[in-house]
């Protein structure tokens, strides 16, 4: 099953085709962020902002809070370190 899970912005890797390198609690990966830029949020300013990232892309900017709780129910499910895994193998 594939998951939407949540991680960190830490550096935009190259702003030309929008990717990203996120982090998911501790495993980085480069990621694309077309979804979650616009006018109003440039490329430039998402290093920082957690997303919900599946298959490769941030789909959606969400709160801290929410990662967190997210995670924590993620954790809890026994979801987290399958999901890890998949991204550790496909980075």
């Known amino acids: ?3 939407g899970i949540p991680g960190r912005i830490v550096a935009i890797t190259d702003p030309q085709k929008k990717l990203a390198m ?7 990966r480069e990621i694309n962020v077309a979804c ?14 957690w997303v919900l990232v599946h298959v490769g892309f ?7 809070e929410e ?19 998949a991204m550790a193998a496909s980075a």
Do not use: H, K
């Open 1 to 3: 099953m594939c998951l």
């Open 22 to 28: 996120v982090d998911v609690s501790g495993v980085q």
């Open 36 to 49: 979650v830029v616009d006018d109003d949020v440039p490329i430039e300013n998402c290093v920082g902002y």
């Open 58 to 64: 941030a789909m959606s900017r969400i709160d801290e």
């Open 67 to 85: 990662a967190a709780a997210t995670l924590r129910t993620l954790n809890e499910l026994g979801e987290v370190q399958q999901e890890l895994e």
